[in-house]
């Protein structure tokens, strides 16, 4: 087990994943090269190495998954616009000061299709399929918060959703009544936040032990009660345990030791959990984690955000 970051390795398995398409398997399919393409630069960002890549070349690949009928962003070119592809595409914009690529007419459209997705009730739907998460909202508060485009008639019937989605342990489903899970905890926490509505969380201690109880034996985390423990909950629940400020009801120091277990030392990248396959996906947020733990020499990270402060310092707060 490696005591310390592989940084050069991780960049590496990184970039080579991009030279190399036919090594992404599944996760680069193409319905995830979008939220792959965030996951990919993002670390290059945490680890002090974004001119790895091209930026032209990226923001070029962008502009080519914007879906004319509606003006949001697909996975990949000719997709239809989806609200996790679109938060991507946002945040890599975003991550490199590109935003400016759009044009006017573009950039309105992206709005557009953003807010034509909340339902009367105040959730958002994912695409014109009708799905509704969590997540969807959180995707449609950041995009409009990057964008400077929230507004309380957004706002406040997706606060008032989002607290429906609160279960009688303090955690969060994905919709009203859904089982508890870690992950739609940050989703529901992040929309809180960027919002400034945290003060109307009711029951904030309650979820605060609920997330500190996912820390099991060896240090990892777990999403839910009685599961086994997985590098992405290094982000999903530090994240939401950072922004309420207990971040200090885990342990850090066995939580970082079970990161730095998952990495392989031979190609690069960090697995789920130790002598598994790695991917791009828990490379991503095992590197995350490590920076919201404070992991010297890696770019501080924003948990509300899930972007590197530097470009974070520059979003307007809500309300404006």
């Not at 922004?243 to 730095?260: A, E, R, V």
Request: proline residues 4%; glycine residues 8%.
């Amino acid at each position: 087990m490696h005591e310390e970051l592989q940084i050069d390795l991780h960049v590496n398995y990184v970039k080579d994943l991009f030279r190399h398409p036919s090594y992404l398997v599944h996760f680069m399919a193409d319905h995830l090269k979008m939220n792959a393409l965030y996951w990919g630069l993002g670390t290059m960002f945490l680890v002090h190495r974004k001119d790895e890549f091209p930026k032209e070349e990226v923001v070029k690949f962008i502009i080519s998954c914007i879906d004319e009928s509606n003006g949001g962003f697909g996975a990949a070119p000719k997709h239809d616009a989806h609200m996790l592809s679109t938060l991507s595409a946002i945040q890599v914009l975003k991550m490199y000061d590109a935003l400016g690529a759009l044009s006017d007419q573009q950039r309105a459209r992206v709005v557009e299709f953003v807010k034509s997705m909340q339902l009367p009730d105040g959730s958002f739907q994912g695409d014109r399929f009708g799905e509704v998460d969590s997540r969807f909202v959180y995707n449609a508060i950041q995009c409009l918060s990057i964008l400077e485009e929230l507004t309380p008639e957004i706002v406040d019937p997706a606060v008032d959703w989002i607290l429906r989605c609160q279960n009688f342990d303090g955690c969060f489903g994905m919709v009203p009544g859904a089982e508890s899970h870690a992950a739609q905890a940050f989703t529901c926490i992040g929309v809180l936040s960027i919002t400034n509505k945290l003060h109307k969380l009711p029951d904030r201690e309650l979820l605060e032990w609920w997330l500190s109880d996912r820390q099991v034996e060896g240090g990892g985390l777990n999403g839910r009660p009685e599961k086994l423990p997985d590098v992405c909950y290094s982000w999903w629940v530090v994240s939401t345990i950072s922004i309420l400020g207990k971040l200090h009801y885990i342990d850090s120091n066995q939580l970082k030791k079970f990161i730095l277990s998952c990495q392989d030392s031979t190609k690069g990248g960090i697995s789920d959990r130790q002598g598994n396959e790695v991917d791009l996906y828990h490379t991503f947020f095992g590197i995350a984690g490590l920076s919201l733990l404070g992991y010297e020499g890696l770019e501080r990270i924003d948990p509300t955000y899930c972007l590197p402060y530097e470009v974070t310092d520059t979003i307007k707060k809500y309300p404006y």
